[in-house]
């Protein structure tokens, strides 16, 4: 059985950092502070969290940071309530200046998706142990 985490965020700002340390938090607990990838888990929440505050937070609405440990893999998940899917933009070095966050999960995950749920959609990622 997973080890799992989740905390609920409104829709601030202040709710970036929150997730960040909530997720090096549960790191830590599950004795993963030292794990080469711990840094690369930090960024990635405070990508997909940004994300889901920009482009999938409606007023009025929060998110939810889902953060599980299976002893192989650490999947992280960032379920909103808004509609779309995002994705990585065509042309990164345009002068627009977001959609860069997905390029980073990307690069820095072994594998990122999207999920529907009902309203909205979950945003993960996964990193191998």
């Not at 905390?7 to 090096?24: E, I, N």
């Not at 607990?29 to 711990?38: H, S």
């Not at 627009?96 to 009902?118: F, H, N, P």
Request: charged share 25%; with cysteine; net charge neutral.
């Amino acid at each position: 059985m997973p080890y799992q985490r989740d905390q609920l965020y409104g829709r601030d700002r202040r709710s970036v950092p929150a997730a960040r340390r909530f997720a090096v938090w549960s790191l830590r607990y599950w004795g993963l502070a030292e794990w080469a990838r711990a840094g690369d888990v930090a960024l990635c929440v405070s990508e997909l969290a940004t994300n889901a505050l920009v482009h999938g937070v409606p007023p009025g609405r929060g998110f939810l940071l889902r953060i599980r440990y299976d002893g192989a893999v650490v999947r992280l998940e960032v379920h909103d309530s808004g509609s779309g899917a995002p994705v990585i933009p065509d042309d990164p070095d345009a002068s627009d200046e977001g959609g860069r966050g997905l390029l980073l999960v990307a690069a820095l995950s072994d594998k990122w998706g999207v999920g529907e749920r009902a309203p909205g959609k979950l945003v993960w990622a996964e990193f191998a142990k």
